[in-house]
């Protein structure tokens, strides 16, 4: 017998049908012992409907207030499912019931639409669970010290999983969803994925990070801290799936030197042409941006073209490329730059993995290989485990298939295909 954590995503969750296949998930779990807390989220594009409502309600809006009210109305989709889970366990005969964020509560910084779990009082989901009822609980949601609703940032469901794991001492944190496991890419895209039975941690949260939205970045960053034992399965089929765990645990693992490729379309690309090559200029730059919010991922200084003037390049999250453009324009006078570009066709695509840190030569690989079929890199970053390259969206696709391919992760071909 043991204390678990069920979540369950959207596609999971997306009608009577397939809340109905979870309600038989979780109740099996009852059945062989196991005292369970369910984490949902709301139907698939459901969240997206209910933000697209409040954009249509208040056009252009962006401040504290609406962001407060943009809460209220994105977590409804989670009380919905949360309520239908509940029921239908009970339609099956098993113990169930909801709670939503704000009556357990789980407390959550005042950061509307991007808040943090500070802490969930477990007191009344503990005396349920040790009575043999099922606790289920809404996932994205939250309440702030003043009493207002929160939302976590999206697929912050996997995040308050992950938190309701550690504040309940649960065994483990299985988040179901609709691939079985963590593959070495996006299998949508790439047919040849291989599923990983293992990932570490410090991998899983550098590929969220840059992109691969199976888990929340925050979540495995939460799960590294509190020790939660985190896995990634099915909900539609009983394989088995990916385990998230330490570098030290994983000792006798056939050590990849690349774990995955992950690529990211939420960014856009600006230039500033023609900046004085000073001391300061940086500053002038990037200091407008970071007071308006707006966080700047890769960036990119060309080296000085005669007169000491100077192009510099960035990326800024694509839904705040209009407001960076407004505050590069309004600071325009202070920086000094001759022109302002900007171009929201463009895509990150990354490799990361732990064996780069004993190994030369896994960026050459990259740039080769993209060159090779013309895919022209416009800017670099990296980081001990990781390499990034911003490249036009059109060639995301290919770029990531033919990475996959460059670093020898395709699944090999099986012998029925050879016979096809
Ligand atoms: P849920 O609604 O269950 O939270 P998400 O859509 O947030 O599901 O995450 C699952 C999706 O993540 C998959 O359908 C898959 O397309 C995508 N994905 C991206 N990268 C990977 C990867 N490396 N391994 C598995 N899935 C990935
Ligand atoms: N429903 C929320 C979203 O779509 C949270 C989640 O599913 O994890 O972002
Ligand atoms: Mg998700």
């Known amino acids: 017998m043991a204390r678990i954590v069920m979540k369950f995503g959207g596609t999971s969750m997306a009608g009577s049908e397939r809340i109905c296949n979870v309600a038989a998930r979780v109740k099996r779990a009852v059945e062989a012992g ?5 984490v949902v989220s709301a139907m698939a594009g ?4 209910l933000v697209g409502y409040c954009h249509e309600a208040a056009p252009r809006a962006v401040g504290a207030d609406f962001r407060a009210e943009y809460d209220v109305v994105v977590a409804a989709g989670e009380q919905v499912t949360a309520g239908l889970l509940a029921m239908t ?3 099956m005969g098993v113990r169930a019931r909801s709670w939503l964020g704000w009556q357990l509560p789980i407390r959550t910084s005042g950061a509307h639409s991007l808040a943090r779990i500070e802490g969930i009082e477990t007191e009344a989901v503990l005396a349920a669970m040790a009575g043999g009822e099922v606790a289920v609980v809404p996932g994205f949601q939250g309440l702030t010290a003043g009493g207002r609703v929160t939302t976590l940032g999206r697929g912050g469901s996997d995040t308050s999983a992950v938190a309701m794991a550690a504040a309940l001492s649960a065994e483990r944190c299985d988040i179901y969803t609709d691939v079985d496991g963590v593959y070495t890419t996006d299998p ?5 994925a291989r599923k990983l039975s293992r990932i570490t941690y410090e991998e899983m949260l550098e590929l969220a990070s840059v992109g691969a939205k199976v888990l929340q970045t925050r979540s495995v960053e939460l799960a590294m801290k509190e020790k939660v034992r985190l896995q990634v399965l099915s909900s539609f089929s009983d394989a088995p799936g990916t ?3 330490d570098e030290d645990e994983d000792g006798e693992m056939e050590r990849e030197l690349i774990a995955g490729v992950a690529y990211d379309k939420s960014e856009a690309k ?3 042409v023609g900046v004085p090559d000073r001391p300061g200029v940086v500053g002038a730059v990037f200091g407008p941006l970071a007071d308006s919010g707006v966080n700047v991922d890769m960036i990119v200084q060309n080296i000085a073209k005669g007169e000491g003037h100077t192009d510099v390049t960035f990326t800024v999250p694509r839904a705040q490329l209009p407001l960076s453009l407004d505050v590069l324009e309004k600071a325009k006078a202070e920086i000094g730059f001759t022109a302002l570009l900007s171009d929201a066709a463009v895509a990150k695509v990354s490799v990361v993995g732990v064996g780069m840190r004993s190994h030369a030569g896994v960026a050459a690989t990259m740039f080769r290989a993209l060159a090779a079929r013309g895919i022209n890199i416009q800017a670099i970053t990296t980081s001990e485990i990781k390499v990034s390259v911003l490249i036009a969206e059109e060639y995301v696709e290919l770029a990531v298939r033919v990475l996959h391919t460059a670093y020898g992760l395709d699944a090999p071909i099986t012998e029925d295909e050879v016979s096809a």
């Open 243 to 245: 385990m998230v765990v």
């Open 46 to 49: 459901e969240t997206d409907r």
């Open 34 to 38: 196991d005292e369970v807390a369910v």
């Open 188 to 192: 949508r895209i790439v047919p040849r």
């Open 89 to 91: 366990l009970q339609a």
């Open 270 to 272: 600006v230039t500033l």
